[in-house]
Structure formats: C-alpha cells, structure tokens
C-alpha cells in the first residue's frame, strides 16, 4: 500500500471511528455549502448506521426529541423497510460506538433511558413516531434503514402523520425527483408550542405543535410548471400537529376539513417560514446559506 493510500485509510478510519455525537464535522456533507442551520441550540448528531453517516440530526436533551433532521434527498427505490427501531448509544455514553443500535427485546439500560426517547415512550400513546427524515427520500436500503431511529422522530398525531404531511412529502419527493438537477438539501424540523409544553409520558418526550420543512436546489430545470412557479431553488412548508391550535401560522381549510381534520399543511416561500421560526424560538434562525442563493 503506498504512503498516501495508507494515510487516506488512515484519515477514514479516524473519521468512521471519531465521537459522532457533539460535532457535525463528520457529516456536513448533507448541508448546503457544509454550512448547518443557524439560531437553534442542541447536540449535533451525526446519524451512522452500518458504519455510513446517512443523515444529520440536532437532537434536544431536554426535549428527548430532535429540533430537525437535514439530508440529501435522492430518488427511492425498493420497498419501504420493515421499522427497526434504534437509538443513540453516544447520547447515553460518549464512549460508545458510533452506530446507531436496534432497541434490546426486553429492559433499555437506564442510561439510555434518561438520554433520550425510548419505546416504551410512544406505547399506549395517541401519538405516532413522526419521521423528520423519511425513508421515503432516500434511495439505498441502509439510507431508508437508518430514518427508523428514535432520535430521527417526533410525537405526530396520525392525522398529520398519514395524511397531510405525508401528501407533502410524496409532493417534495416528485418535484425533486422531476426537476432538481444536481444535490437537493432538505431540512425537516419541529416548531414548540408557545409557552408551556406538551409533553409524552410525564414530562418524558415534548409535543411539537407543528412540523416544517424546506429544501434547497441550487441547480434545477427552469422549465417549470405553472403550478411550480416560485418553488425552486427554495420553498418551505409548515403543518399542523394539533387540530386545537390558532390558526395565524396555518389555517385550517373550512371546504376541506373533513378531509383535513385540522392537521392541515401550508406551503410557503423560505423567508416566510423562517420569519415564523425565528417567532418561535426567539432567535435570528436561518436554515441554508445565502438562503440557497449564494455563490455555487
């Protein structure tokens, strides 16, 4: 083996072996200019499975649950797989390996317990486990795979879950999928219910009010369809995650909810959405460089 090839094993070695939990130096590869959402504080994760980062996660302890999941969106293929659930094993012990671990069949380490969400959370609840990265975006079994991790999801009525939010995301995967023309970034996340919060559990998993999304295609087909005017390189959308809430983010459609529920889904410019994330979290929060716009 020559010097070099030595050394760049040597370098890919560090690199798949390094803390993964703490830094999103390993995977910044899934942000637009490797530069990660500004404004949002949390424990970067980067999320490995079969020793591959797949994705990015900014994970909040207290919350037991992720502020966003970011990743690189390609076309899927093959069915959707079975869901293994795992978790974090660097959340509970920075010593750890790297890779994310299917749950045990009987009693969790209560290490882990206390680091992050866990089964027994979602059981017996009246929510589902609401995928920020879903499988549905990712082309390889091991990439479809490691979305079904709990540090990856986030408490999602089922209204939402297996109804407007998932038309969006069967929407963003067509339209990225028939006109981005080079590496699509998406950036899923939460927004918290102003003031007190919602809990799983006894305090144990926090409730988002709603979900948002966004992606980022710097290079795309300009041959668009009227119907896509104004989406490309960016476009956001936020959802409802209960049907209870005002309606000053997004209103609740009267000819559809019967339809709808109230877990209805508005589609929106970037700046739009980042100005009612900004609202929330009471921070200058910004979501991709330049705003997707900068020098390529």
């Known amino acids: 083996m020559s010097a070099f090839c030595a050394l760049a094993a040597f370098v890919l070695a560090l ?18 200019r490797s530069w990660p959402p500004k404004g949002l504080a949390g424990t970067p994760i980067c999320q490995r499975y079969a020793n591959q980062h797949h994705f990015a996660t900014l994970y909040s302890r207290p919350r037991r649950s992720p502020w966003f999941s970011a990743y690189l969106y390609t076309a899927p293929a093959g069915k959707r797989p079975a869901a293994s659930w795992k978790y974090e094993p ?7 390996a790297g890779d994310m671990i299917p749950f045990p069949p009987g009693p969790v380490d209560q290490n882990v317990v206390q680091s992050q969400a866990v089964e ?12 920020l990265n879903p499988s549905l975006h990712h082309r390889s079994h091991d990439a479809r795979t490691a979305t079904f991790t709990l540090t990856n999801v986030v408490p999602q009525k089922v209204g939402s879950n297996d109804g407007p939010w998932e038309v969006l995301e069967q929407a963003v995967h067509k339209t990225l999928g028939a006109f981005c023309l080079g590496d699509a970034y998406v950036v899923t996340g939460v927004i918290p219910y102003r003031g007190g919060q919602r809990w799983l559990k006894e305090h144990r998993v926090a409730v988002p009010e709603y979900l948002w999304s966004a992606y980022c295609c ?6 668009l369809p009227q119907e896509l005017s104004g989406t490309f390189p960016t476009y956001g959308a936020v959802g409802r995650n209960d049907p209870s809430s005002g309606e000053e983010i997004v209103p609740v459609s009267q000819a559809a909810k019967r339809q709808f529920r109230g877990y209805d889904v508005r589609r929106m410019p970037l ?4 100005m009612y994330l900004r609202d929330r979290v009471s921070a200058e929060l910004s979501l991709f460089y330049e705003q997707c716009l900068g020098s390529r």
């Open 120 to 131: 027994p959370d979602y059981i017996n609840s009246t929510y589902t486990r609401g995928h």
């Open 90 to 96: 660097q959340l509970a012990d920075p010593r750890a």
């Open 271 to 274: 700046h739009t959405l980042e």
């Open 15 to 32: 690199s798949l072996c390094g803390a993964d939990v703490g830094d999103f130096a390993p995977c910044l590869q899934f942000f637009y």
């Open 218 to 223: 710097p290079h795309y087909n300009h041959s």
